[in-house]
């Protein structure tokens, strides 16, 4: 019997208040397996400690380097992030990517990449990040595209909304694949695999939902992770439906990492 293929091995930045959705849907798929967690904030690290017992955690995307990895004996093919969307989001101040704003800290996870060398970079934020800013639209995706070529990365990407999966709410986020461009994928439609994966399923096809509803985010979540909110410590509704709509939706991750174990098996 052949040898089993070792599994990618998975940064997961700005992890989250939830339970990693990165790495909850990744790991499904069997061939990734989350080597460490960044996270700023103490009580989401003690949510993902009580799941991830054994993951090591970084609080500081600013602090973490390469070099830090490496001394801990940390290895990394996979980097994930959902970087924050407070200055990108419709909702929010629209400030961009700009020195000093909580969504320019992508630039952490360009730095990361140019230290790490990934074999994948997965991101993942509002659909926001494809239009803005409104004076010159694109521009903050543009600077997403131009900083992962600088780096030698070709990239893929999709508006996938969590209703795509069957959610029973819409919640459209754009996802993005990155990968040295001198691996030679660029003709390799990873997104189109992902789709050829779950249409059988009929689960690709949009349903017809309305807008964010509270308690279909939590209801959804608490479905897609097998986990309960007030078990890890939401006791207050309005807080666990900030959580949930905040997290990474894991069906989408799974989908991803199984698009990404099928081009590496076709590679």
């Not at 290895?75 to 989001?89: E, H, K, N, W």
């Not at 461009?181 to 096809?205: M, N």
Request: charged letters at 25%; aromatic letters at 8%; one cysteine or more.
């Amino acid at each position: 019997m052949s040898e089993s293929k070792p599994k990618l091995k998975v940064l997961d930045l700005f992890s989250g208040i939830l339970v990693g959705g990165f790495s909850l849907g990744l790991e499904r798929t069997g061939g990734f397996s989350t080597v460490a967690f960044c996270e700023i904030e103490p009580f989401p690290r003690r949510v993902l400690a009580k799941h991830w017992p054994e993951v090591p955690q970084y609080d500081d995307v600013r602090t973490l380097t390469g070099d830090i990895l490496a001394r801990d004996g940390i290895a990394v093919d996979v980097i994930t992030g959902g970087f924050p969307c407070q200055d990108l989001s419709t909702a929010g101040k629209r400030a961009g990517m700009g020195e000093g704003t909580r969504s320019g800290l992508w630039s952490e996870i360009v730095r990361l990449i140019g230290e790490l060398r990934p074999r994948y970079v997965i991101v993942e934020n509002v659909a926001a990040l494809l239009s803005g800013p409104s004076e010159r639209r694109g521009g903050w995706f543009g600077r997403v595209l131009g900083d992962l070529a600088e780096c030698g990365y070709d990239a893929e990407w999709e508006n996938i909304p969590a209703a795509t999966m069957g959610a029973l709410h819409r919640r459209e986020r754009v996802w993005v694949i990155a990968y040295p461009a001198a691996v030679g994928r660029t003709e390799v439609a990873l997104f189109d695999i992902a789709r050829d994966v779950y249409e059988a399923c009929g689960r690709w096809a949009p349903r017809d939902v309305g807008a964010l509803g509270g308690e279909n985010i939590i209801a959804d979540w608490e479905k897609q992770s097998g986990l309960s909110l007030v078990a890890d410590g939401f006791s207050d509704g309005s807080r666990r439906c900030a959580a949930a709509g905040n997290a990474v939706y894991p069906a989408i991750s799974e989908l991803i990492g199984r698009a990404i174990l099928a081009a590496e098996a076709g590679a």
